[in-house]
């Protein structure tokens, strides 16, 4: 390491601890508590990545979250690869490799470059202007686009990572560990608020904390000696939480924001292990206090992109934080007084100035006197109108601004330098503010968007407020904390403040060069590429809305979203347009503030947590015998069986033929079950399905179809009627939750006069469903107690039971068109009695099917699947089930959408047999029903809903909606695929005994 | 995310309730005598407003009842909250 880049030892640096890296595969080091960016300055490294668009060099800007350019991929092919790492915020740790992201072979030769050269090629725009047509050029365009650019790359694995979420509920959240935000906690907290306080850097502070100036004091101590001892004090306060290294992400109405603290980035490796490494804090806070801090804005002219420039802020904070200095020729280019800040700072270290280059005229404050007595050349009324030096900074060439600041006049003076410090002011960080809706007013002295309207109970305090000297933010501080947490005094009151006040402000948006834009590169959005001429030139386009100029533009679109150059853009807009910055507004700043990981989001729901997952009572049963499970909802629903060898196509023919010559048995537990009590409970039942119920008997089961209020089927099930006043509904395993939520709408809104009670039974009752010509003598076997007789006990009604001792209901009732059983029982029973079905049947070769099985069973019965063959743009007369719908009652839900103009419709789809010509041809769900292939474009009539190979009838079947099918039985059409056309014919979905004798065979 | 003061449990949180859509539009007692076009009015018309909306909500992970809501759409503060059934308590 070269010694002579640490200067003076740093507090916040530990030099007795040495921490090797790696950048781009060569191995540095640093000191713990170094950051990525000030490790590598410190090791003589400015050019650490290279632009988006051209691939210019790219250096460190600033020393905190909003850098646009020092933006790396961590820990390479790893699974803990992560691209987007801003080296200012990544702490170093023993292990840590970073590589430069935008550059191919490498940072330091990069073929990408030569879109610099081509730039005049490349103006805003581009993209969409050129890319975009032909269309079918598109793909070849996109390969060379996405391997030249793009932001980093993807982890390819699963991240190994822990992550969670946290709940937190506070009096007073404090955003921001500044001066400001610590004063605002001690108070809060001392004031017995339960009070939490957040910063994003791993120490509190700020800037003030090393901020040892003698132009910024609190009783007579260095402003960061004085904030040292509050600090130090906060240990001692109750009530009061503090957590560092924890940036607030989101901001939302009513106080609700997203936060993410990072527990383990700064560790090395071994010490990450098992451990979170970033939590999601969800807080809800009565108050919040936001002392975000402001943001140093760069200056805008001819090649301020070099690497080696950097905010004159940053450079600060590199040589009192880190120890670092940024170069040995030093130049620093400012609008305002901080510059002179750094400057004095450099120079009392030792560190040389060559020149302060001001585009203000002479000032008279404190400071900049300072400065000039202690030798620094001023120049005043100047600006930098080039630079130079390919890889870093060399020389800076100036010339005096002209009165308006439009131009330049004289002869040009070039200095050298390695180093330039450029600080254009400040800019509040109103991001937070602004995402929990919050309207900010332009303050025209120093151009600056504060906050003007709170949309809830929050403050802005210190400079995210527009307070820029210590003696604003103190007085206004006593004041409005005061108003905001109700009290009488703050133990602030007293203290005696020296800072220097600013006294002469100018600020030009865009910095004028000797030559004309068209042949200039004045960055505004180092990250994006986007330079003041994009901006002019969209505007000379005809863009006008800020929103649209950024688009356009793609200023502020980078992960930084743009927190530098932002403000650039509106002032250029707003000098170029005339309209006046107050009325631009600024472009929305969206959540999250710096980028978040997948991981922090996703926290726990990961893997088998991602979703909930339901399981039978009979689950473990079919995991033992083998089944695949498929998903429906939440449920996991045995599919089919599998015996050794057996495909899935194999698996269910062997099912469907079993249950119809033998007997199968069907775990139907996963049904919707809906408990429907009251006096008007048959009224109710009238009111929501399209048939009549009023005469169901008692014991009885009736299939219902259930509408919408615009007529379309939105689920069916069989209700039994099991008292006078008691029912029981089956819904879809699907529908089940959202049908119990519209009945329950329809009860409380529409007919609260109704006496009815729903209650949600699908959890209490396992459903065994067991079928075939073989059910009868299986059930009489499990339940001997119960009458099985046809006279007895009739297709479509139902027992209550008992299987031993342990009360059960036995429904008639059949989704296959074969004679059938459905016993439901106390969930825990649900198994025992499985088994208890399975010993009774082994003589019957009793066959456990799955959900396939059951689909195709169905289908070759016609009956309809809802949500698959229908699409909720079906109703009951295109499904060909009229007689479903009562013509008797006065109303139901969805009664009168079935005669609206377009429902009574006669060319509408409706559900159709389809049968193939060659019958083992199975068609594909999905597939295109067509009338003419030859006449184009081939106008389409529908699609094929459900297709199966029946093995009951040795051939492929098929249901499909088609246009105007209903009229069409026996008419040839056509399945148009990628290599064939198949020959297909409408037929009577009833594939399989129309009679219905099954049913009692 | 907000806070709803749900009529029946209290202040909950956002993610406890379901939005239902424009309030105070009653069932037709007998659609049969409704034209296509008064029926369409009923089934499809809903009012999109940026200001103060009238709209139903659902305790869904919660006590599980309708209520109704007045909020301000361009603030999303919320004015009032009633049970179904009673009268807006703001014009
Ligand atoms: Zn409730």
């Known amino acids: 390491m070269p010694k002579n880049l640490r200067i003076n030892s740093s507090n916040f640096i530990d030099e007795t601890t040495r921490v090797s890296f790696k950048f781009d595969g060569k191995t540095y080091y640093g000191f713990k508590g170094d950051t990525l960016a000030s490790a590598l300055i410190a090791n003589g490294i400015h050019l650490v990545a290279r632009s988006f668009k051209y691939h210019r060099p790219r250096g460190i800007m600033t020393a905190g979250s909003e850098e646009p350019n020092a933006i790396v991929q961590i820990n390479g092919n790893t699974a803990y690869t992560e691209p987007n790492v801003r080296a200012t915020e990544i702490e170093i740790y023993d292990g840590l490799e970073a590589s430069s992201q935008n550059c191919w072979p490498n940072v330091n030769f990069d073929i990408g470059g030569i879109n610099n050269i081509l730039s005049p090629l490349l103006p805003a725009g581009f993209y969409y202007k050129t890319f975009m047509w032909p269309a079918s050029f598109w793909e070849k365009y996109e390969y060379f686009i996405r391997k030249s650019a793009g932001l980093g790359k993807s982890p390819t694995k699963p991240d190994p990572d822990l992550y969670e979420h946290k709940y937190i509920h506070c009096d007073v959240l404090v955003i921001g560990g500044g001066i400001s935000g610590i004063m605002a906690a001690k108070t809060s907290a001392e004031n017995n608020y339960k009070t939490l306080l957040l910063d994003e850097k791993p120490h509190l502070g700020g800037t003030t904390i090393y901020q040892s100036s003698e132009f910024n004091k609190i009783n007579n101590q260095y402003s960061s000696k004085w904030l040292e001892k509050e600090i130090s004090k906060l240990k001692n306060i109750k009530n009061l939480e503090i957590k560092t290294r924890t940036s607030v992400a989101a901001y939302h109405g009513y106080n609700f924001l997203l936060a993410r603290e990072n527990l383990t980035d700064h560790l090395p490796l071994n010490k990450k292990k098992d451990k979170i490494r970033q939590r999601l804090l969800k807080i809800r806070a009565k108050k919040v206090i936001a002392a975000t801090g402001s943001i140093e804005r760069p200056l805008i002219f001819n090649n301020n992109d070099r690497p080696g420039i950097i905010l004159s802020s940053a450079i600060k904070k590199y040589s009192d934080y880190y120890g670092v200095v940024c170069g040995k020729e030093n130049i620093l280019f400012t609008n305002n007084d901080s510059a002179y800040e750094t400057a004095i700072s450099l120079f009392n270290k030792g560190i040389k100035i060559n020149a302060i280059i001001d585009i203000r005229e002479k000032v008279n404050s404190e400071i900049t006197n300072h400065a000039e007595k202690i030798g620094i050349k001023i120049y005043n009324s100047y600006t930098i109108v080039d630079t130079s030096g390919y890889r870093r900074i060399k020389e800076v060439s100036i010339m005096k601004l002209s009165k308006d600041g439009q131009s330049v006049t004289g002869s040009k003076v070039k200095i050298k330098c390695d180093c330039l410090g450029i600080s254009g002011g400040w800019t509040p960080a109103v991001h937070l503010f602004t995402q929990s809706g919050g309207k900010l007013k332009f303050d025209n002295e120093d151009n600056v968007f504060i906050p003007s309207k709170y949309p809830s109970d929050q403050i802005s305090i210190g400079s995210c407020n527009g307070e820029f000297d210590l003696n604003t933010i103190i007085k206004n501080f006593n004041q409005n904390i005061k108003n905001f947490l109700g009290i009488d005094k703050t133990s602030f009151e007293d203290l005696k403040i020296n800072s220097t006040k600013e006294i002469l402000k100018k600020n030009i948006w865009l910095l004028p060069s000797d030559k004309a834009i068209g042949k200039c590169k004045p960055f505004v959005d180092f990250q994006n590429d986007a330079t003041a001429k994009d901006i002019k030139l969209a505007l000379r386009e005809g863009f006008r809305s800020i929103e649209h100029v950024k688009r356009y533009t793609t200023t502020g679109m980078g992960t930084d979203q743009g927190k530098l150059g932002n403000m650039h853009a509106l002032g250029i807009i707003s000098d170029t347009s005339g309209v006046k910055m107050s009325d631009l507004g600024t472009t929305t700043f969206r959540p999250p503030y710096t980028p978040l990981t997948f991981g922090t989001i996703v926290g726990r729901n990961v893997g088998e947590f991602f979703d909930i997952f339901r399981k039978t009572p009979m689950h473990d049963w079919h995991v033992d015998n083998n089944a695949e499970f498929e998903n429906v909802g939440q449920w996991k629903r045995a599919w089919y069986y599998p015996k050794k060898g057996e495909s899935m196509f194999d698996a269910v023919q062997r099912e469907s033929k079993a249950a119809r010559d033998g007997a199968g048995i069907l775990d139907a537990s996963t049904l919707g079950k809906i408990d429907i009590q009251g006096s008007d409970a048959s009224e109710f039942l009238n009111r929501v399905y399209t048939n009549a119920w009023s005469k169901l008997a008692i014991g009885k089961c009736r299939y219902g179809l259930m509408l919408n209020e615009d007529g379309m089927v939105y689920d069916d099930g069989v209700t039994t009627r099991l008292d006078e006043n008691h029912y029981i509904m089956t819904t879809t395993t699907g529908g089940a939750a959202t049908v119990l939520g519209k009945l329950e709408d329809y009860l409380q809104t529409e007919w609260p006069e109704l006496d009815v009670y729903l209650t949600s039974v699908t959890d209490h009752f396992a459903t065994i469903s067991v079928c075939g010509p073989n059910s009868k003598k299986i059930v009489k076997k499990v339940i001997p107690d119960l009458d099985l007789s046809d006279e007895e006990f009739p297709h479509m009604s139902f027992k209550n039971a008992k299987i031993d001792n342990i009360k059960c209901r036995v429904m008639r009732i059949s989704f296959t068109g074969e004679q059938s059983y459905e016993i439901n029982i106390q969930a825990n029973f649900g198994k025992s009695v499985w088994e208890k079905c399975m010993d009774a049947g082994k003589e019957f070769n009793i066959t456990p099917y799955g959900t396939e099985t059951m689909h195709l069973l169905r289908a070759e019965k016609g009956f309809i699947i809802v949500g698959q063959d229908t699409d909720a743009t079906l109703t009951p007369i295109d499904l060909q089930m009229d007689w479903i719908v009562s013509k008797k009652k006065y109303d139901f839900i969805g009664k009168r959408s079935l005669y609206r103009s377009d429902t009574i419709k006669e060319d509408r789809k409706q559900l159709v047999g389809i049968v193939t010509e060659d019958p083992r041809e199975v068609l594909e769900e999905g597939a295109q029903i067509v009338a003419d292939v030859s006449k184009k474009p081939v106008e389409m009539l529908g699609h094929i809903t459900s297709s199966y190979f029946s093995p009951n009838l040795n051939k492929s079947i098929a249901l499909g909606v088609v246009k105007g099918g209903k009229n069409m039985l026996g008419k040839k059409l056509f399945i148009p695929m990628k290599n064939k056309i198949i020959n297909v014919q409408v037929a009577d979905p009833v594939f399989l005994d129309k009679e219905n004798k099954r049913l009692n065979a | ?91």
């Open chain 2, 1 to 91: 995310m907000f806070i709803i003061n749900c009529p029946y449990c209290g202040e909950r949180e956002q993610s406890e309730f379901k939005a239902g859509g424009e309030a105070h539009i009653e069932r037709p007692k007998q659609p049969t005598e409704l034209s296509d076009d008064q029926w369409a009015e009923y089934l499809f018309m809903r009012k999109n407003i940026k200001g103060i909306q009238f709209e139903r909500w659902v305790h869904v992970h919660g006590c599980r009842k309708w209520f109704n809501m007045v909020r301000d759409t361009t603030n999303d503060q919320i004015h009032a909250v009633y049970k179904m059934g009673e009268k807006p308590p703001i014009k």
